[in-house]
């Protein structure tokens, strides 16, 4: 009956079959945790026994493991009356939650029945499965994240509270389809089994092989069988099955007498091409819009907000007031209708007042239709030209205008020196200074032997005369000529 990891990837891919109607779509969508429960279901007793020792299964559960194995196992035909009994109501569990448990079923009968004639006869059987499951998931859904997004749902079913309706549901129907169920505590435990048998392949995308390699099975199992035609096969036949659910559903008739019927109608009657799919494809269109409409109204007041006949009154956009000529003259006094203002006066009548009617229809008669208003006598005494030149006519203030920048500087020289930082002249300090005496450290030389080399210097001026003045330096604003390369310098004179 193929791999588990296949019947729950086909399961949640359904949703986007396309043709599918959109309220078997949705159900798909809203509730995956409990559509992958119910297309796991025949598996669950398997993967329970599978995770049992050698004394568990002989002493223990394991005989109704395999017991539940049995009956649950899929044929070659789907049993029509076995997803019948997850459509039935069995507790007080919603319709829509009712519906995605059944449509995994659904789901799983159908694969079964269109590959079953697929499964391999040999020793190695599961490992054949499990190798025509991977590489369907990497034909189908080349992305790995993706994949890894199709796994996710499933972990929802590790906490077995949050699926306390859902539990009883289902035990309720196997009871009713095989006379006894499997119990609240046994379909827990076949939960959290399926959680731990898919959390391996949530983690890396794919799921392990079981002793069968990919390329191995892929000429013989895989490509030579039509494989991929097959499961496709089964995903236009559960389109067609779920699509005439789903308008039974769009006439208020939940009868799972119609998915009976789908069921016998054969699978090479129901695989035909579908003349309909896009006269239905519009009536589910139709259905939608017509359902939104009434949506969307429901809960409006039917009472109209103005009368039959009578015209609507706007406010103003601005302040949401209601000016004098948008009102009719039916909803105002004899007083204040606007025929009774002089023509001049109407283009523009004044606001109304919202809570009080203090100015009269006289006073505003009187205000538009006598002279123009005239601007305020306070507010016009003095011109622009006046405040010009009487700012301009302003003197300076005379606590700022007391001394003038002149007196200031003569008066900031005649300023004297302050006595404690002038009580030397600068002659004075000089005088003191050539009084000081020679540092000892720099008077090794006697004076004789000082005298002696005056001498010695006037003796050589005497015999190669004086020294030569030295040449005159250009100013800076002149460039002296750089030397040559045949320019000599003067020797020095010879003795």
């Not at 898919?198 to 890396?204: K, M, N, R, S």
């Not at 003095?382 to 007391?402: D, K, N, Y």
């Not at 004086?466 to 003067?490: E, F, H, I, N």
């Amino acid at each position: 009956m193929a791999d588990l990891f296949l019947h729950l990837a086909f399961a949640r891919r359904l949703r986007l079959a396309e043709g599918l109607h959109p309220l078997i779509g949705e159900t798909l969508t809203r509730r995956p945790a409990l559509v992958v429960l119910g297309a796991a279901l025949p598996h669950l007793p398997g993967v329970e026994r599978k995770g049992m020792g050698f004394f568990q299964r002989l002493f223990s559960r394991g005989s109704e493991a395999a017991r539940w194995e049995k009956q649950l196992a899929a044929t070659s035909s789907p049993r029509a009356e076995l997803v019948k009994r997850f459509f039935l109501p069995a507790n007080d569990l919603g319709p829509l939650a009712r519906c995605s448990v059944a449509l995994g079923v659904l789901a799983h009968e159908l694969l079964a029945a269109s590959t079953s004639s697929l499964a391999p006869s040999t020793a190695d059987r599961a490992g054949v499965e499990r190798a025509q499951a991977r590489l369907w998931l990497q034909a189908a859904i080349p992305s790995a994240r993706e994949l890894e997004h199709e796994w996710r749902p499933i972990a929802d079913l590790a906490d077995a509270g949050l699926h306390k309706r859902a539990i009883e549901h289902v035990d309720g129907a196997l009871k009713t389809a095989f006379g006894q169920g499997p119990g609240r505590e046994g379909i827990a435990r076949w939960m959290k089994g399926l959680v731990a048998e898919v959390a391996p392949a949530a983690l890396g995308g794919l799921p392990p092989t079981l002793g069968v390699a990919d390329h191995v099975a892929r000429g013989p199992h895989f490509e030579n069988n039509n494989f991929v035609a097959r499961v496709q096969d089964a995903v236009t036949w559960f389109v067609i099955v779920a699509n005439r659910l789903g308008e039974r559903v769009e006439r208020a008739d939940v009868n799972a007498v119609a998915v009976i019927d789908a069921l016998c109608a054969g699978g090479a009657e129901i695989l035909q091409a579908d003349a309909e799919a896009g006269a239905r494809r519009e009536r589910w269109e139709s259905w939608q819009r017509e359902r939104r409409a009434t949506t969307l109204d429901r809960g409006r007041n039917e009472k109209p907000a103005f009368c039959a006949g009578a015209d609507h009154h706007r406010g103003n956009a601005f302040t949401g007031m209601l000016n004098l000529s948008d009102l009719p003259p039916s909803d105002l006094p004899p007083e204040l209708h606007v025929s009774s203002l002089p023509p001049e006066s109407t283009a523009a009548a004044p606001p109304l007042p919202a809570m009080t009617k203090e100015i009269s229809l006289a006073a505003i008669a009187a205000a538009a239709g006598g002279a123009r208003f005239q601007t305020p006598a306070r507010t016009q005494e003095i011109s622009l030209v006046q405040v010009e030149a009487e700012s301009r006519a302003f003197g300076a203030p005379a606590a700022t205008q007391e001394l003038s920048l002149a007196q200031v500087e003569a008066e900031s020289r005649a300023f004297g020196a302050p006595a404690a930082t002038q009580e030397l002249s600068l002659a004075q300090i000089e005088a003191e200074s050539r009084a000081f005496g020679a540092p000892a450290a720099t008077q090794e030389l006697s004076l004789a032997q000082i005298e002696a080399a005056a001498d010695l210097r006037s003796a050589v001026v005497g015999e190669f005369g004086p020294p030569p003045a030295p040449l005159p330096v250009p100013p800076p604003d002149v460039a002296s000529p750089a030397p040559t390369a045949d320019a000599k310098s003067p020797e020095p004179p010879r003795e």
